[in-house]
């Protein structure tokens, strides 16, 4: 059973910075898909960046230029550098893993950005 444990979130200004990550431990097998979901208050959770073991990255439309995901796949982790923060971008992020599709998740960080 692969369990995901997400740190780094916390509150922050407009315009700030923060830096999620995320480890995956247990299983055989680094996980081919990683990435990051958000759910704000009220909404549906919705991908924020992605990225596969082969590194290819994917972002949401509303966090290009914003965001960077990046992996480690020595150590089964996924960091998302998250560079002038809006107030629109709090929420609880979770990250989550698989290998076609997304089969495990985190219990998730909130980020919460301050106006």
């Known amino acids: 059973q692969v369990q995901l444990v997400e740190s780094g979130g916390g509150l922050v200004q407009a315009g700030g910075s923060l830096r999620l990550s995320c480890a995956a431990s247990?299983?055989?097998?680094?996980?081919?898909?990683m990435g990051w979901h958000r759910q704000a208050p009220g909404k549906q959770r919705e991908l924020v960046a992605s990225?596969?073991?082969?590194?290819?990255?994917n972002y949401a439309d509303s966090v290009k230029g914003r965001f960077t995901i990046s992996r480690d796949n020595a150590k089964k982790t996924i960091y998302l550098q998250m560079n002038g923060l809006k107030p629109e971008d709090t929420g609880v992020y979770f990250c989550a893993a698989g290998g076609l599709k997304y089969d495990y998740w985190g219990q998730g960080t909130q980020v919460t950005v301050s106006s």
């Open positions: 247990g299983g055989f097998f680094i996980p081919n898909l």
């Open positions: 990225v596969t073991r082969g590194g290819s990255p």
